[in-house]
């Protein structure tokens, strides 16, 4: 866990960069720290392992104060990947990916083992290790990246803007091999952003910050699209939050109605899977199925896909077991709201 | 030509060992003392400036008010090699401390910042990263120092040591056009193959120079 003790950090030109911060992030939890640019989310990043100095307050990783730590060691635990990875031109990616279990005193050769391991786990072929990073397009540069932070295994992983430097498709690619390689480690993140959307989709919590480094909210993504506490986090999670807050939801409470209820014929194949609606005569494909453990986004977005608005459940062995109809979607979703709302208050 | 060289080959190769002698030791002994020089003007960003201003005014010293000056100053004998070493030692330190400061300042931040982020200290970083990475710009600046010195050697022939330099002022005083050829043909020939090993030394330890963008500095 890492805990930010009301910090507060003045440069010495006398701007405030982050103002009386506490807050705790979990253990094995990636938090995201997201806001406008110049809102001190870099600086507070920063601190934790000691490349800035906090002006007062207090940074305990797991306890322990970062104050009273040796600075080099204290790196050397902390994974650290930033915008444009920042490799090192001369070393090969190899080399690159080795540098911390050198430092840490290993030799040459476990260094490397241990790196080439890290950089097939991050999805680059050994033909790259000898490659230098200066030969690799920016999304392979970025991989070479994480995988650099990851070599000597630090619990902890400090990530400024990781994946803003590169398109929006290889940024996607890159999102879900993180997601899948944070999945098998678990490691303590704290990660940097300005997109909210990436905030929301990556993050476990969410800490958005506002001008001035005040922190606005702390929260996971769904409290934050579906309570935000004030006006300027609820323009800054965005005008659809209703709708992206369904993606947090399975639809697991949602009940169905029977199959026979959907206005029209819906027509099964002999194993009793849908295959579409009838409809004067011909039949229509359905949207597409969900099952309980799909989001209420996927749910919703099936019934307005529907050619008569249904949106069509199936079981594990994908035979049809029950109808969400349009209006039944509403009536729920306004129930759920209304329950929130009242557990909020209490 | 031919005739004068297997007449004279003694004179020709004891001038250009000379040469050779008095052009690169004081390379070794500059590259030697540039590296903390420049150094410093990094470490501490308040020193740059003057270091700047310093070697500038010491590269722009005529060589030969140098050469004639550098006995009375370090009490050496007006026919010491001393003077000339001492006095090429100066050019090169001037040339190359600026050239290592440019070449450290010049690496990029992020790279820097990384390193620290990894947990380098700060003498490790320096030999292990911003050295290393600042190598093509330093090994540039002593490409062209290497050539400079080669070149300047000559001028000592002026005050009585100068290497080849010395086939010029015989050529001169006996009216005699071969010995100044040779002298001629000899330091080019010094300087372009001086560049060309240095050039292979800057292949052989960056390899990497050649992928970055721009192409690299060799
Ligand atoms: N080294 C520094 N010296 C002085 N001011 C700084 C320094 N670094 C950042 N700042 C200022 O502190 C504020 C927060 O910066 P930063 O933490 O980089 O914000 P963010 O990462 O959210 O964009 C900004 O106003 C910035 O100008
Ligand atoms: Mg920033």
Redesign the interface.
Known sequence: MITFEDVVKIYPGGSTAVDHLSMELPTGKMTVLVGPSGCGKTTSLRMI?R?VEPTSGRILIDGRDVAGQDE?????G?G?V?Q?A??????TVLDNVA??PL?LGKTRREARAAALELLERVGLAAEFAGR?P??LSGGQQQRVGVA?ALAADPPVM?MDEPFSAVDPVVREGLHREFLRLQQDLGKTIAMVTHDIDEAIKLGDRVAVFRQGGHLAQFGTPQELLEQPVDDFVAEFVGRDRGLRSLSFDTAADLPVSPLTDGGAELVLDEAGRPVGWRLGGVVQPTAGVFTKADSLRMVTDLAIMSPVGVAVRVGADGTADGLVRHHDLVDFLATRRDRRAAEQEA | MIQYLSNNHEVVLAALRQHIYLALLPILIGFVVSLPIGYLGVRFPWFYHPLVNVCGVLYSIPSLALFVFLPVILGTKILAPANIVVALTIYTVALLSRTVADGLRAV?P??T?????????RT?RLLD?EL??A?PVILAGLRVATVSNISLVSVGALIGIGGLGQLFTRGFQLFYLEPIIIGIILSVLLAGLADLIIVLIQRAV????R???GGGTA
């Open positions: 392992n490349m080099a060691l204290l790196r050397r902390i650290y930033i444009h920042g490799l090192f031109p001369h070393k540098t911390v430092l230098y200066a030969q650099r400090l | 990029d992020i790279v910042q990384s390193a620290t982020a990894m947990g380098y200290r490790r990263v290393p990475v190598l960056t390899p990497w120079a992928f970055q963008r």
